[in-house]
């Protein structure tokens, strides 16, 4: 059996880079997190099988059906632009009004 190389490939890394920096994530999270970069790693591996000829057009189509499955499990780790939105939607930001009138103070010495 050939041994597989363990490198990651753009889809992966993009995966990778995206729950790293989505800093709602949490333990609980790590079975998504290991089955999105799962997804993207068979996609990379599948890229790379056909553009080098391994793969036929036909199987290639097949690697390309995990495409959705990856875009929802982005979703459920909430990290896609639409879900982020979807977290932060109705969270006010308060506004210190000590922080306000100064603002207000530069704008009035400003003009």
């Known amino acids: ?17 995206s729950v790293d920096n989505a800093s709602w994530l949490a333990g609980s999270d790590d079975a998504a997190i290991e089955l999105a970069k799962t997804y993207a790693r068979r996609i990379d591996k599948g890229t790379v099988g056909f553009e080098s000829g391994e793969l036929t057009s036909t199987d290639y189509n097949k690697v390309l059906y995990l495409g959705p499955h990856l875009l929802n499990t982005l979703r459920a780790l909430g990290a896609t632009p639409e879900e982020r939105k979807s977290l932060t939607e109705g969270t006010s930001t308060e506004v210190n009004p000590i922080d306000e009138l100064k603002r207000k103070r530069r704008q009035k010495n400003a003009g």
Request: charge should be negative.
């Open 1 to 17: 059996m050939a041994k597989e190389e363990n490198l990651s490939g753009p889809l992966e890394e993009a995966v990778t880079s």
